[in-house]
């Protein structure tokens, strides 16, 4: 019997520090997304500001590639790993620019662009490495509710076992 009080206190102690590391998680996961709400925000207010200063036709989605647009490559692509753990994570993977394909997507919207939008991308940017953080928080969040969930199973069948 003692064997099985030391059991389900061990469970006990790893669920209460699993909960704890849970709860901190979260807290950072809202913490990221509202830094990156704030930015996207900002930048949506630089690029109303750009709307403002070039006119709502020089601004908008006309000037965004189509099909029909000769092909590009995004210098910054989303990489997915797998850490030692089975743990996804996710980052950003910059490229640098061939200078004879390269075009700023901000020279989409005119050569003479406000500096607002310069602003705008920036903090897009941002936004995104901001949001890459939180999912990487949130793969973090889900394996800690799985071994808890794992966990309180175990409990459950230890304390079935010893009714």
């Not at 990221?32 to 207010?45: F, P, S, V």
């Not at 953080?133 to 969040?141: D, E, G, T």
Request: net charge negative; charged share 20%.
């Amino acid at each position: 019997m003692n064997e099985h009080t030391e059991n389900i206190d061990n469970i006990c102690a790893t669920l209460d520090k699993l909960t704890i590391d849970s709860l901190i998680l979260m807290q950072e996961e809202i913490e990221l997304k509202l830094i990156a709400e704030n930015a996207m925000i900002g930048g949506e207010t630089h690029l109303a500001k750009s709307r403002y200063i070039l006119g709502q036709n020089n601004v908008s989605s006309i000037q965004l590639p189509t099909e029909n647009s000769p092909e590009f490559r995004a210098l910054t692509t989303i990489d997915l790993s797998i850490d030692e753990f089975g743990l996804h994570q996710f980052s950003l993977e910059s490229k640098k620019p061939d200078n004879e394909n390269y075009i700023n997507p901000i020279k989409w919207f005119g050569y003479l662009t406000p500096q607002n939008l310069s602003f705008a991308q920036n903090l897009y940017r941002q936004a995104l490495q901001w949001i890459i953080q939180a999912a990487n928080i949130q793969c973090k969040l889900k394996e800690t509710c799985k071994q808890i969930n794992q966990l309180k199973q175990i409990k459950y069948i230890i304390n079935k076992e010893n009714k």
